[in-house]
């Protein structure tokens, strides 16, 4: 399991996407508007293969990209 958390500072459209080192979408979460505060999003990757992936969360018209290990 991967867990994200993140805080907004006023209500946004919120993505976050996974993706694997050759750069396929393995996953996505999108649930459209989020309001204002701390919020929460697993990822169940008991079925990934061991490896390197990206993510890419983007709210408020900001995107952020940053990289996680699964392994088992």
Known sequence: MVHFSF?????????LTIYDLLGREVYRFDEGR???GSHEVD????NAPIGVYRYLLCFGGDCFSSGFVVGK
Not at 7 to 15: G, R, V
Not at 43 to 46: F, I, L, Y
Request: hydrophobic share 25%.
């Open 34 to 36: 989020k309001e204002r």
């Open 7 to 15: 805080e907004l500072s006023q209500p946004a459209e919120f993505q």
């Open 43 to 46: 990822w169940n990757s008991g």
